[in-house]
């Protein structure tokens, strides 16, 4: 994709309250500079993907407990 594509794709992908608050905290990083533009926005999915991931994991792990203490 062009990199001016990024910006667009990435609003496509997060939704708008997560993408309108971390453009405003990196809005001065962008600053037109597409490619730190890019990095930080991946940098920013990351963490909330393995954000996302570890309270997943924890939501499931008292029923795992639960059936282990019954076998």
Known sequence: ?????WADGASQHL???LFNSW???????V???WD???HEL?????????TTAFINQQSQQP???AATKTE
């Open 1 to 5: 994709y062009p990199l001016v594509c």
């Open 15 to 17: 939704p708008s309250i």
């Open 23 to 29: 453009y405003l905290k990196s809005q001065q990083v």
């Open 31 to 33: 600053n037109n500079d």
């Open 36 to 38: 730190t533009f890019k």
């Open 42 to 50: 991946i940098e920013y999915i990351k963490s909330l993907t393995s």
């Open 63 to 65: 029923a795992v407990m």
